[in-house]
């Protein structure tokens, strides 16, 4: 049994850390109604297309829990019995692990679980999103990530980056150049924040246009 991904499942499924074999049906069965493909076919074709996708995930996460559920409890009584401090670390360096190997599901399932614990740490709303980021179908759901990042540690560079690239993933250039300008100034130059400005700039964009015009 894989660790990671049954507790990537039991997040899919809304689970909690001590969950019983009958709370896993009742959610299986609360979501199946929620997401099932037939209820959104007059939504049009991407709202049909995205809820089959979650209704097959559902349908997987429910086998694979009810399927290896004795085994897990088995071992893992749950989180809290362990040192709690020295668990969520655990899990936060698995999910950088993740992360760094690509396995992004694995990652926000490690992220999540240590945010579930602890809502207000910065670094694993930062985990979650930039896992997110990964994802075009979630980016509203990054920002509103991004937001609470904020009010929890607003002085950060590297979290102003972070809420300016969600803006501009979203295209709302106004507000991404705005933050994206203060982490500059705030001393944050690491990834790509400097061509993103430079893309926003509406004075690069007129540097542009000329040297478009000059080749024409």
């Keep these: 049994m894989d660790k990671v991904k049954f507790e990537y499942y039991a997040n899919l499924l809304n689970l909690g850390y001590n969950f019983s074999f ?6 299986y069965l609360k979501l199946v109604k929620e997401y ?3 209820k959104h076919i007059s939504l049009g074709q991407e709202a049909y297309q995205n809820a089959l996708e979650k209704f097959q995930e559902i349908k997987e996460a429910y086998e694979y829990i009810t399927n290896n559920y004795e085994i897990y409890f088995k071992k893992d009584d749950s989180i809290t019995s362990y040192n709690e401090e020295t668990n969520l670390e655990s ?4 999910g950088i692990h993740y992360f760094k ?3 992004i599901n694995s990652a926000l ?3 999540l679980i240590c945010h579930r614990k602890q809502e207000d740490n910065p670094k694993y709303i930062r985990g979650i999103i930039r896992c997110l980021f990964t994802k075009n179908r979630r980016w509203m759901e990054a920002l509103e990530y991004c937001q609470k990042l904020i009010k929890v540690e607003s002085l950060r560079n590297e979290n102003l980056f972070l809420i300016g690239k ?4 979203l295209k709302d250039n106004e507000k991404a150049l705005f933050y994206l300008k ?3 100034e705030m001393g944050y130059n690491l990834e790509d924040i400097d061509n993103i400005i430079d893309e926003l700039e509406p004075k690069s964009i007129v540097k542009k246009m000329l040297s478009m015009f000059k080749k024409s």
């Design 22 to 27: 009958d709370d896993v049906k009742k959610s």
């Design 36 to 38: 099932h493909p037939d």
């Design 91 to 94: 899990y936060y360096l698995n």
């Design 101 to 103: 190997k690509g396995d």
């Design 109 to 111: 399932n490690c992220f």
């Design 166 to 169: 969600c803006y501009y993933l």
């Design 182 to 184: 203060k982490a500059k």
